[in-house]
């Protein structure tokens, strides 16, 4: 250092300056941008939404947003964004995404599940590269694209990222939808998360199915593990869970011979045991216990009907004349607020439908036979509001990796979606038709 003179200490700074500018603008891309968001851990159990909330502010501001943070529960951030329509009087369209993802294990990954890895062949790896920071990014992308040709539109157009969708969103899109904000926004229509299509058709979602959590309980005399007697609180338990699993089966035989997809008939799969009397090296086998209990996993698709459901359950399953108790769980609206199913029509009835699936054909796509999601996304509380809802991932030709290990997605399929988002985001916001 002491033998270089002023002038080119000053030209060598200034040739490092130059160059790193240059690697920073070589690195802002939607791709380097997408794979910053992926960086940001915001994992269960214990996501931070202060991060990945300041990097979508700062994208929001880069294309001339306007922006809000909402809270409807302490550090559970809604960040909203809006880009206002030259016609606000009109229903509005949002576009939804949840700003948290399942953990992850690292060791069971190639590459480090936070460090959005891209390797050669185009795949960037990372804990909700999928499940839904694609989209959330996707969002930003399209708009920015639109707005850089100059595209002015018709209707207001809002973006919302939510936390929590994760574990049940009830601290989250729950509280969300119920705010004067949510109901300030006079949405017509709402996008929300789909899932990858392994195939070239994009997949579409106007559904999800509802999870019920089922505890039954039984007791029963308590008896010398030697003796035969009737209505121990075992056989009582074990009589119901033989009767639930034969109801699997039916439904299960319906998907097994082609007559509907999993996701429309009614799961019931059974989760945990809990019966015994514990000892110091495991349960008292001489004793036969007093009470049992069994926990159910069961997922409504919306033609379900809940009353006749609960009617099998207390008649059938848990009933009180075998000394059986029941416990519903309800995670979530199975009616919306008219008292209807929750599902967004599929056809000419809702015209919201039909400017989404031309929009998705003129982007030179095309929309597989839509389905009801087996899971569950916060599109049912939107839905439960009565407002058209359809889940979508514009993800073709990719493996379905959702809370799995290696979670990937392309770089041309992430760029692609890029444009598919610029389709349906103009036009939708430029439908001048009436919504309702
Ligand atoms: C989240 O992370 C930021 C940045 O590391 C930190 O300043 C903040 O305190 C964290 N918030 C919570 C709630 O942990
Ligand atoms: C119900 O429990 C009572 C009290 O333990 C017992 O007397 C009766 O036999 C039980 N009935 C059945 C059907 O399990
Ligand atoms: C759309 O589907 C709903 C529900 O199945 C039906 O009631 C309605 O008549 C359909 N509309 C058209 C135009 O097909
Ligand atoms: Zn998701």
């Known amino acids: 250092m002491a033998a270089l003179t002023l002038p080119v200490l000053f030209i060598c700074l200034a040739t490092l300056f130059s160059l790193s500018l240059q690697s920073q603008e070589q690195e802002d891309t939607p791709i380097t941008r997408f794979q910053q968001y992926l960086k940001i851990n915001t994992a269960h159990p214990n996501p931070n939404y202060t991060t990945p909330i300041s990097f979508l502010l700062s994208q929001a501001n880069s294309i001339g947003l306007q922006s809000q943070i909402l809270e409807f529960a302490p550090s559970k951030p809604v960040l909203l964004l809006t880009w206002p329509g030259s016609n606000p009087s009109l229903p509005s369209i949002l576009f939804n995404s949840h700003l948290d993802s399942v953990p992850a294990e690292p060791s069971k990954w190639v590459n480090p599940p936070f460090s959005a890895t ?40 809002h973006i919302s990222y939510v936390p929590d969708e994760e574990i049940g969103g009830f601290e989250g899109c729950a509280l969300f939808v119920k705010s004067k904000e949510f109901k300030d926004l006079n949405l017509g229509f709402v996008l929300d998360e789909g899932q990858a299509s392994t195939g070239d058709e994009f997949r579409v979602f106007y559904a999800d199915r509802t999870p019920w959590g089922l505890i039954i309980k039984s007791t029963g005399a308590p008896g010398h593990g030697s003796k035969m007697y009737d209505n121990g609180a ?23 011979a082609g007559e509907a997809a999993n996701s429309e008939v009614i799961s019931a799969n059974p989760v945990y045991l809990k019966a015994g009397i514990p000892s110091s090296d495991g349960f008292v086998m001489n004793m036969q216990p007093s009470e049992a209990e069994a926990g159910f996993d069961l997922r409504l698709p919306p033609t379900a009907d809940p009353d006749l459901i609960r009617k099998r359950i207390a008649e059938e399953w848990a009933p009180a004349r075998r000394n059986m108790t029941f416990q519903i769980i309800e995670k979530g609206p199975i009616r919306d607020l008219m008292g209807h199913p929750l599902m967004t029509l599929t056809n000419a009835s809702n015209p919201w439908w039909t400017v989404f699936n031309q929009a998705i054909e003129a982007a030179g796509g095309k929309l597989a036979k839509p389905e009801i999601l087996a899971s569950t996304t916060d599109a049912r509380y939107i839905r439960q509001l009565g407002i058209p809802a359809l889940g979508f991932s514009p993800m073709t030709n990719t493996p379905i990796l959702l809370h799995d290990h290696n979670e990937f997605l392309k770089d041309t399929v992430y760029l692609r979606g890029i444009e598919v988002y610029e389709y349906v985001i103009s036009s939708l916001a430029s439908f001048d038709g009436e919504s309702h």
Do not use: H, P, W
């Open 234 to 256: 075992m056989e009582n338990l074990m009589k119901s869970v033989e009767v639930i699993g034969r109801f699997r089966e039916s439904q299960f035989d319906i998907v097994k």
């Open 118 to 157: 891209r390797t050669s062949d185009g795949k960037i790896f990372a804990r909700g590269a999928q499940d839904d920071k694609c989209i959330g990014m996707q969002y930003l992308e399209a708009i920015r694209n639109l707005k850089a040709k100059n595209v002015n539109l018709l209707r207001t157009v």
